[in-house]
C-alpha cells in the first residue's frame, strides 16, 4: 500500500485533480446553489395552521374576559358556556363565550370574546379572542389573535432539508468516484509495466496484496472528501448562519453519511475496481468497466434527486449496511477469484 | 535442492514444457538454454509458484510447487529477475529495493544495510532517490538484480540476466553470479547468452518444450562431436589427404587452407603416431591444436536435430 501511496505521491496533477474535483462539486457547486437560496428566498415563518381562516383583525379593546367561576376537568357536550374558567375540559358542540380557557379540547364549536392559552381546536370558529400555544384543525378565525404551536413551515425550512439532501449525495457520489482511476490501474497497470511478475513472486498473500491494492486507492479518497466535506459544512454555515439564525450543519444525517455511507461507498468503488483490474488485460478496458462500477451509488442518487429516497439517519444507517455487507462480500471474491497465473499469462 | 519430475504445462493445446524432469543440486549454477518459446520462463514461473503445472511434479527443499501452503515458503526462498527488470519507475531505486525488502519481510536495519552496500557497490547511492524511470537500461537491470537478492534467497533465478547489458555490465554481473555459487546460492538462469553459459554454469539444459540433453557445457560437445585435431604445416603435399585417409585411427580428413582437419579416435593416443607419420613423409609440421566445440555448436546441433 505505501508503495502505491508514494507512487501516487508522484503524480501531481492526479493529486491536483483529486483534491480539485472534491473541493469543486462538494464546496464551489452548494455555495453557488445556497447564495441565491438565501437572498431570494423570504425569511418569513407565517403563522398557520391547516385550514386556518382568518377574517378581520381583533379590536383594539379585546382584553381577557371577566369570570366568575371555575371549572376544571369537565366534559361538556351541547352547552353554551359564559363567563367560566375552564381547565381541562373537553367540549364539543358548545357556544362558549367570555370564557377563559386553559389546557382544553374544543370541537366542533364557537368561541366569542374569550381567551385560549394551550389548547386544542378542530373544527372551531373563534370570534373577537386571542390564544396562543394553540393546537389546531379547520378553525374560523374572525376578528382573532391566535397563536399556534405547529408553525407551517417557511419556504426556506421547506427547501433546505432537499438542497441539503442533493448536496450530501454529492458527499456520497464523490469518493465513489474519486477512485476509480486509480483502483482500475491498480493491477492491470502494473501487469503493463511489467512490474506485477516480481510483486506476485513475493512471499506476500492474495489478501495483503488486495488490501495494499485497495487502501492505497481508498485513502487519498477518502481524504479528500473530507476536506471538501469540511471546507463544504463551514461555508455553508458561514452562509445559512444569517438567514437560519444558527449552524446547521453538519447533522446527523450529515454525520452518519460521511463516517459510515461515504466509506462503505467508497470501498465498493474501490473493491469493484481492484476486482475488474485483476480480470482485465488492458488499462483503458479496465477504466471503462469501472464507469460502471458506480452504478449503485448513482441509483441511490437518482433515488434521492426524484424524492423517492429521503435520506434521514436511519436511512443512511440501512444504506450503509447495505453497501458493508455488499464490500465484504466483493473483498472475498475478489480473493477468492484472484488467480496470480491468469493475471500473468492472459492477455485476452 | 531443486528436483523436477515430469513437469509439464500447457496453454489451452499449446504445450509450453512436457515431461521436464532434472535434480539441480545446491549451489551449483544451471542454465537453461533454448529458443525463444522454449518453455523455459514457464518453467521459471512454475518453480516460483506463479503458475500451476498441468502435470508433474517439482519440489524446492522438500516444498512442493503447485500447493497453496508451500508456495509462500517456496516464493520466500527464491529471487526472482524476470525477463524485464520490471521497477516502479517514478520511485527511487531506494524505495525499489525497500518495498521488496519489506514484501520479503526483512528487518528494517537489516534492509537499510543491504540496500546502503549494494547501491553503494553499483556506484548509484547519490542517486538512490532519483526516479529509475530515468535509468539507462543497464543500471535498471543491475538494480533489478539486487531487488531478487534483498532478501539473501537461497535459490535464485534469473531470467536473461544479461540480456540489456554492456559487456562491461554483463561482466560484472556474471562475476557477482559466480559471488554467489560461492556463498552457496544455488542459481538457475535463462538465457541465450551461450558464452556466458559455457563460462559460468556447472550444467546446463538444452530445452525445446522438453528437456533435449542435459550436461556440463564441455561434456556436452565431447559427446556429440568427434574430437578433431588440426595440424598447421607450412606446405600440404597434394596426395596427402588420401595417404593419410588410409590410416586405421582417422575416421576422417580434411584440408582447410594450409590446415589438415583430421578425426581421430583417442587424440592422447593417437596424435604422436600422426606427427611420427607425417614427419616420416617429409612434411614440415608448424603447430597441433585440437578443435573445440562451443556450447553453440552443441546447441544448434541439437536444437536441429529436435526439430526434426
Known sequence: ?348 | MIICDRLTKTFGSIKAIQDFSLEIPDGCIFGLLGPNGAGKTTTMRMLCCLIQPTSGEAQIDSYEIGKKESAQKIRGMIGLLPEVPGLYETLGAYKNLDYYGQFYGVPKQRREESIRTTLTNLGLWDRRNEPVGGFSKGMKQKIAIARALIHDPKYIFLDEPTASLDPAAAKIVREYILELKNRGNTVLINTHNLTEAERICDQVALVKNRIVKVGNPKGLARGLFARTISITMQKIPPSLLKDISSLDFVSQAQIKGNQLVLNVRDPEVDNPQVISWLIQQGVPVQFVSEEEHSLEDVYMKLIEEADG
Open chain 1, 1 to 348: 500500500m505505501r508503495k502505491d501511496l508514494d507512487e501516487f505521491k508522484k503524480q501531481k496533477l492526479v493529486i491536483g485533480s483529486i483534491i480539485a474535483m472534491p473541493i469543486v462539486l462538494g464546496v464551489v457547486l452548494p455555495l453557488v446553489m445556497f447564495v441565491p437560496l438565501v437572498t431570494i428566498v423570504p425569511l418569513e415563518r407565517p403563522w398557520d395552521v391547516d385550514g386556518l381562516l382568518q377574517i378581520g383583525n381583533l379590536p383594539d379593546d379585546g382584553s381577557v374576559p371577566w369570570t366568575n367561576q371555575t371549572l376544571e376537568n369537565v366534559t361538556f357536550n351541547q352547552t353554551v358556556i359564559k363567563n367560566k374558567t375552564l381547565k381541562n375540559v373537553i367540549l364539543t358542540n358548545c357556544i362558549i363565550v367570555s370564557c377563559v380557557l386553559e389546557n382544553s379540547t374544543i370541537r366542533d364549536s364557537s368561541v366569542q370574546n374569550s381567551s385560549l392559552s394551550s389548547s386544542s381546536l378542530i373544527n372551531v370558529t373563534v370570534i373577537h379572542s386571542k390564544g396562543s400555544g394553540l393546537d389546531g384543525r379547520s378553525i374560523l378565525a374572525v376578528s382573532s389573535d391566535l397563536m399556534f404551536t405547529k408553525t407551517k413551515p417557511s419556504e426556506i425550512d421547506q427547501v433546505l432539508p432537499l438542497m441539503f439532501n442533493m448536496v450530501l449525495m454529492i458527499f456520497i457520489i464523490i469518493p465513489a468516484t474519486l477512485p476509480t482511476i486509480i483502483a482500475t490501474y491498480s493491477i492491470v497497470g502494473e501487469k503493463n509495466n511489467r512490474s506485477l511478475e516480481p510483486l506476485l513472486a513475493t512471499p506476500t498473500t492474495d489478501g495483503e496484496l488486495l488490501a495494499g491494492k485497495i487502501f492505497s486507492a481508498f485513502i487519498p479518497s477518502m481524504g479528500s472528501t473530507l476536506l471538501a466535506f469540511s471546507l463544504g459544512v463551514t461555508l455553508l454555515d458561514v452562509v445559512l448562519v444569517p438567514k437560519v439564525g444558527y449552524p446547521l450543519l453538519p447533522n446527523l444525517t450529515w454525520i452518519l453519511s460521511i463516517v459510515l455511507l461515504a466509506p462503505t461507498a467508497c470501498l465498493m468503488s474501490v473493491l469493484a475496481c481492484v476486482l475488474v483490474s485483476s480480470k482485465v488485460s488492458d488499462v483503458r478496458a479496465a477504466q471503462q468497466l469501472g464507469g460502471f462500477i458506480v452504478m449503485p451509488v448513482v441509483v441511490l442518487m437518482l433515488g434521492v434527486l426524484s424524492g423517492f429516497i429521503f435520506l434521514s439517519p436511519i436511512m443512511i444507517v440501512v444504506f450503509a449496511g447495505l453497501f458493508g455487507c455488499l464490500d465484504l462480500g466483493l473483498f472475498y471474491f475478489a480473493k477468492a477469484i484472484f488467480n496470480r497465473e491468469n493475471i500473468l499469462t492472459k492477455w485476452t
